[in-house]
C-alpha cells in the first residue's frame, strides 16, 4: 500500500482541504489564485507558481503533468491564458488539456487550475 502525501493544507477558511495530494506515483494539485485581486493573468501566473511550489513539495513539477484542467470564469480570457500556459509548460512536456467554463466559482476567481503529474521517485 502506497503512502498518500498531503500538502498546501488550508484551514483558515470554510472547508479543510489539502490544495495537493500523491499517492504512489501521480500528484494532483487543484487550486484558485492565492490573491483574488489580480488580474487573469496574474491570477494565472501565481497559481502556476503555486502548482509549482507543491507538485516539487511532492517529488514531482511541471515536466511529469500527465493531464491538466482548467475552469475559466470567463471562456473570453482563453486567448490571455495560452500563452501563460505554454511559456510554463515549454515545448517538450505539455499534458492533456481541458478547458471548461465555470458557473459555481467564487464570483473573485477568475480561474482554477488541477494538474496530475508523475512522481518518478515514487
Known sequence: MSQIVKTGRIDSWGPKIFLGSAAGDIASVCL????????????TRAILAVIDD??????SGNRGLIYAQVWLADMGDWPRFVPIWNAWVGDAYAPGLSVVEMAASRRDSLL??????DRPAA
Do not use: H
Open 32 to 43: 484558485t489564485a492565492p490573491d483574488k485581486s489580480e488580474d487573469f493573468a496574474g491570477q
Open 54 to 59: 507543491l507538485l516539487g513539495q511532492m517529488d
Open 112 to 117: 482554477e487550475i488541477r494538474v496530475w503529474a
